[in-house]
């Protein structure tokens, strides 16, 4: 049980993909979760589905990380509720395909709104709380399309989760003299319903045949690494971007 008596707020956290199996890891380890999502009622219906199959405390709570006022209600919220806040994993994110010569300003600040601004709203404002108690640990979400070529119209995500992996060594360098690490982890395909929505069958097909391990990764290979990253055993290890994509990009 790494995570018991550790309180954990995991953002983005109701849907089919990454966000939930990291809220399910760690609630399995023996962390009290608190889990956001936009929609209330799926957010809700998850948190309930967690707390029963882990037998943790898993509440939701509903939030719009565009919303600067209500992030501080929900933060605040949790310490008042719990008394601390250990863990914050920012896992909001957005991607609307426009190729750049077409993309509209709207576009690009939703997806600059979701995916960086939104992160570092939260992070201000849990490392209010966890510099007090000189202790936390927070993980972002970034994406290897802060690194390589990406699809046309993906200018917007490249350049947020380029961001987030800058915003993340910056951040862990102000929050370290008081016992906090920062660090982020770098997906490369985590296949979920969702993407094929966006993304299609045949382009999970051609990205798992490009992967050296040969396959597409799973939201829970992203909550393996997320969780590792939030616990103990990385506890000398902060502003770094783990990479988590079978190979398709190697890191160095």
Known sequence: MEFEDKVAFVT????????????????????????????????????????????????????????????????????AKYGRLDIVVNNSGLNQLEPLHEMSTATWRAVMDVSLTGPFMVTRRALALMREQRS???VNMSSIAGWIR?????????????????????????AAPFGIRVNAVAPGLAWNSFLAKIYGED???????QTP????GTPQDIANAVAFLASDKASFITGEVLCVSGGYYLHT
Do not use: C, N, W
Not at 35 to 53: C, F, I, M, Y
Not at 151 to 166: L, R, V, W
Not at 203 to 209: F, G, I, L, N
């Open 203 to 209: 382009y999970v097909a051609e990205m798992a045949r």
């Open 136 to 138: 936390g640990a927070i």
């Open 12 to 79: 983005a956290a109701a849907g089919v993909g990454i966000g939930q199996a990291v809220a399910r890891t760690l609630a399995e380890q023996g962390a009290t979760v608190v889990l956001s999502d936009q929609h209330p009622g799926r957010t809700e219906k998850v948190a309930a589905e967690l707390a029963a199959a882990t037998g943790q405390d898993v509440t939701g709570v509903p939030l719009d990380v565009r919303d600067e006022q209500r992030i501080d209600e929900v933060i605040l919220g949790v310490a």
């Open 150 to 174: 990406t699809d046309e119209g993906e200018s917007h995500y490249a350049a947020a989760k380029a961001g987030i992996m800058g915003f993340t060594r910056a951040a862990a360098m102000e």
């Open 213 to 216: 391990l040969g396959r597409a």
